[in-house]
């Protein structure tokens, strides 16, 4: 087997923010799949279970708040995008061309969020 050295690296900082999403989607295999509209399975909850978050389903809202209110178009893509847009590869592409838009140093879902999964204050 091939050894990547990105899969020893941790994501240093904010769990919830783009770049911890991007860390997380370089591990995934890119052609893999997703089902958006599954909250146990989709894109999202599998990144909150890998960043260790006690609860990880989150609802359409809170998606679409997710990186300044880009979550919707990095987990879905365009609006009438295809099942071809669900994949981890494209979710990737998608979350690299927001990224120079974003303050990697806000939070990129809220405080609420926040609170919600790790019980901040």
Not at 13 to 40: C, F, M, T, V
Request: net charge neutral; proline share 6%; charged share 20%.
């Amino acid at each position: 087997m091939l050894y990547d050295p990105k899969w020893q690296g941790q994501t240093e900082g904010d769990p919830l923010s783009l770049a911890s999403l991007i860390a997380w989607l370089e591990k995934q295999p890119p052609e893999r799949k997703y089902r958006y509209r599954n909250p146990h399975s989709c894109l999202v909850a599998q990144w909150l279970k890998a960043a260790g978050t006690e609860q990880w389903v989150l609802h359409a809202d809170d998606v679409s708040r997710l990186f300044n209110g880009a979550g919707d178009f990095v987990v879905m893509g365009s609006l009438f995008g295809t099942a071809a847009d669900r994949t981890f590869g494209a979710a990737l592409d998608r979350a690299r061309a927001i990224r120079p838009s974003l303050n990697q140093h806000e939070s990129p879902a809220g405080g609420e969020i926040r609170q919600t999964f790790f019980g901040d204050h």
